[in-house]
């Protein structure tokens, strides 16, 4: 049974207990139904909400309705009477509901209209929120580059403060500076006017001691050049021979460049036959390099040869150990087959000696025979 088929009956049932005056409970349509009265229960509950808009004249109210103790004419009558009331509650929830649905028409114009004023006045009223969001954020803006500035305008006062406490403290400073270096420099100029009268006073003494010397070397220096006239006249004559000693030296000089000429000729000859004679000399390195190398390689070879003989006489020792051994070997079997041999030839000849006895006895037994 589907669920719509089973709702269907649970219906039927409780329309006919509740036609028959009696209480709809779930246990009694259970046991109806012969369900279980959970689910009898659920679809109770949607009978319950669905009765008022069910209750309308159909076939199945024409029916009398039973009562147990009452006479068939009363139960008549009283169907009568319960279904007259039941038309004018119809038509009375009929009427009601028109009403209803008249009201919740103009409700629901008016509801449309209210809600429509009030979109708009939404619309209106988010529209200046936004404008006065936008204003806010500007006011926000400008409160914040305002804070700025003044934050700016008071680290600039703050450092104009300093910076004036700085300067003022500098002028004291300058100020005090100044003082004491207006004093040293007073302190300087007495000082300096007294050297300048000293230096004046040790000027002019100086000068005197030099108007004295300058006498002094003014006869000195007529001395002195009377003794340099003199010393002019020799050494014009120191320059003339010196002169002629260097013409002496000049032809000297010329001979002897010749003969360096010369020289270098011979020289230049000597280095063109050195230079010959290092070509034969390298060149005989050259081959004599060559020969050392043939004789490494020679001394090379003689002692791979060398190795080789010796590892030769050594396989010579060897084998001839061994052949000496083999030797010994054989001769030894040899002594023992010519041993082997001569027991042979011994009994061989004893063997014969034997026929030779039995040839003699054959030939007496035949000759007694």
Do not use: C
């Not at 009223?125 to 700016?152: D, G, H, T």
């Not at 290092?278 to 070879?301: C, M, P, W």
């Not at 042979?344 to 007496?364: C, G, M, Q, T, Y």
Request: glycine share 0%; proline share 1%.
């Amino acid at each position: 049974m589907d669920k719509e088929q089973l709702k269907s009956r649970v219906y039927e049932v409780a329309d006919d207990l509740l036609l028959s005056a009696s209480y709809p409970r779930s246990e009694a349509i259970a046991e109806t139904l012969e369900i279980e009265s959970e689910e009898v229960s659920r679809y109770l509950s949607q009978w319950w909400y669905e009765l008022p808009q069910r209750i309308v004249m159909t076939d199945r109210t024409d029916r009398a309705i039973s009562v147990p103790g009452m006479p068939d004419t009363l139960a008549q009558a009283f169907t009568r009477i319960w279904l007259h009331a039941l038309q004018e509650a119809n038509s009375k929830v009929n009427f009601t509901r028109q009403m209803v649905d008249v009201g919740l028409e103009e409700d629901r114009r008016v509801n449309d209209d209210a809600l429509q004023k009030s979109q708009h006045l939404y619309l209106e009223l988010e529209s200046r929120y936004r404008e006065q969001s936008l204003k806010l954020e500007e006011s926000r803006e400008q409160f914040k580059a305002l804070e700025a500035e003044i934050a700016v305008l008071k680290n600039n006062l703050a450092i104009e403060t300093n910076t004036r406490k700085k300067e003022e403290q500098s002028r004291v400073t300058i100020e005090h500076e100044l003082a004491q270096l207006r004093k040293a420099h007073d302190d300087a100029k007495r000082v300096f006017d007294q050297r300048i009268k000293d230096e004046q006073r040790h000027m002019m003494e100086a000068i005197a001691k030099e108007e004295v010397d300058t006498r002094y070397y003014r006869n000195t220096l007529e001395k002195v050049r009377e003794e340099a006239s003199k010393k002019e006249s020799e050494l014009v004559r120191e320059i003339h021979d010196l002169q002629a000693r260097i013409a002496r030296k000049d032809v000297k000089t010329d001979t002897l460049k010749s003969q360096v000429k010369s020289q270098e000729a011979e020289l230049l000859k000597y280095k063109q036959d050195s230079g010959v004679l290092q070509r034969d000399l390298s060149r005989v390195n050259a081959q004599l390099l060559t020969e050392v190398n043939k004789t490494k390689r020679l001394e090379a070879k003689v002692k791979e040869l060398q190795e080789d003989i010796r590892r030769l006489n050594q396989k010579h020792i060897t084998a001839s150990n061994e052949n000496a051994k083999r030797e010994n070997i054989l001769r030894s079997q040899l002594v023992e087959k010519e041993n082997i041999i001569i027991r042979a030839e011994a009994k061989v000849n004893s063997l014969e000696k034997r026929i030779i006895s039995n040839d003699e006895e054959i030939r007496r037994l035949s000759s007694r025979v």
